[in-house]
């Protein structure tokens, strides 16, 4: 183990190298702040013009692409509202009321911070689980997996304090939404309206989440017809809103290591990544909170949804390194440059080449370093958008999604589908309903449904295996505790009022 | 554009016919690689060690795959000719899945390519026959499905092809191509580094794979159809 870090410890501090890696973060940094690109599609581009780097150097770049992506997205989601991957969703609902208030600088700051932070844990239990990454590859099954969705919807359906009912009502239209198109488990083809191309994939993940957050967000812009934050109220500017920021990440250190370990723990979760767990662990937040500014600008709710995405990266490399299971698309599209440059995959890369998987924890680590790093040096001058005036402002947003929504797959109707959930998106927060739980009912329903039906397959038909696995146990116990806390702090509010 | 993953394009079109949305056969097929003879491997702590022992278990074996996968066409095929009872275990996104899917307990046996499963023995894996005529280098210790009495050969052969009507230049620019590359020590080289074996078939070869996958598939239409309809 220790021959395969003094090997990547070398090369990480060849000039090359350390070349690449800031080269790949800034192109995972501005991946990530475009919507409809992400770091699969960074990734999947610069593959070819690793052809000619040696296969350290290439595994580096590649890798701080990877890392670096996730809080590029967080700087439209708090900017303009509009999340630039499907990881910072959740990142919108704290980020933008707080640049709104004025605080930009302060909530990109407190991104930044939260995501090196939450980036470091995850590596960090990836280092620390190393001996033992072929146990904690297999941890998650189809039942884990289904109970860990569970305890994430029923989380947000009690998130959304005293508007219960809306609350899941919402969260059924997100998990409809969710199950239109291809069931991945039966092959069957459903709610696709007779169609036999659009729908068949279901609903486009990126145009649908910029359609809620970001063209809802510029029709009401549109509409006010003033700067999303108004200069005279911009209360932290300069490098006193970028320290403050620093500072406030360190003001919750529960919060950050509970949403950190949810990313993890999604992480190691097969086919479920930052998308899940930065609103899992910010609907955990928004549940236990005693902020009242939760879903208005919360630094608390913030600090969880950032920490939770970027710590997730370094669950996600257990069972790609340990097993070759991409932990998520980007993963995928890692092991297929390990194969590009000679390196086998699966066990074998842990029994014959430890050097590489150093090379790729290294990476991710300088990766989510860098961007980080780079992100609070450059907070200040970002949180200047907020103030540029709504003529400027909401055109440039709307050309910015329709734009994402099309180059994500080259398909007009992803266009419309980004329109339509803008007007629906608009609706929706105009009639006081919260988009939090919509967009957790999209991104979780399809998981659970194919866990529950892979689960079912397994046992035959009995629920029973959903609670004979020690995992999946845990966290139905989890389940339980959630809505007794909930049932109980409803009680206790209720006999104080009367 | 071209594609590579022929068993598959092949076999959706013989279980699904017109609805499956093309006609493999007007496709222009350049040449192939991955020559891989599929395999029958079980978990660790399971009884089987051979054929016989799957059909004397007195219960479906459930296998665990991608579910509507290659895999999945060579279970059933596997099955019906060797009389043993099958569940399909559906929904692994990939055979590294699916293989630790069998590793976890969620089912007793997996079948995918040699190369691929060679992978995994160290973890525990127990191959017990392999689809081939004859028993293969890496695995001399494995018998073949045909020693055990059931002649079968079922390859996984990544085969190139363009969509129809590619201009017969264009086709005949990337055979030779693709010929050179197969002859160029440095990519032989990489893709050994890689733990593969780089094989080449010519397209007179090819079309011969083809050919016979697509009477394979047409064989065993009925059967797939049903495996399909049950996971549904």
Redesign the interface.
Known sequence: MFDGISVAASALLQPSALAFIILGSIIGLVAGVLPGLGNVQAMAMALPFTFGMDRVTAIYFLSAICASATYGGSVPAILINVPGTPASAATTIEGYPMAKRGEANRALAISATASLMGGLVGIGVLVVTLPFLKWAALLFGPPETFMLVLLGLVTIAYAIQGNIIRGLAISGIGILLSLIGYASVTGVYRFSLGSKNYLWDGIEQVAFLTGVFGLSEAIQLGMKGRVAAHAEVVTLGGFRGTLQGIVDTFRYPLTFIRSSVVGVVVGIAPGVGGSVSNVVAYAMTAQISKDPLIGKGSVEGLVAAESANNATYGGDAIPTLAFGIPGSVAMAVLLGGLNLHGVPVGPWLMREHMEIVWVVVFGLLAGTAVSCVGGLVLARWLARITLVPTDLLVPAIVVLILTGAYAIRQNFWDVVVAVLSGIFGYFLTRNGFSLLPLIIGFLLGAVAEQAFIQSLHISEGSLAIFFTHPVSLLLFLGVVATVLYSVFQRLVAKGVAQ | MGATYTAGAVGNQAVFGADA?YDFAKFVILTSTYHNPYTIAVAPRTPYKSVADLKKAGKPI?FCNE??SVSLSYIVVAAKEMGFPY?????Y??A??A???M??G??EAVSYGLE?TN??L??GVRPIAVHAAERHELWPNVPTSKEQGYPLELMLDMVFYLPPGSSPELADLLRDALTKLYQNKEFL???R???FNPTFADTKQTQRFVSELTKLYSKYAAELREA?AK??
């Open positions: 949305g459930p579910g509507g569940r399909l275990i559906p929904g996104p990939g590294p899945a293989t630790a899917g590793l976890r969620d089912c691929f992978r995994y160290k973890e080289d990489a893709i580094a890689a733990k399909e996971i549904k």
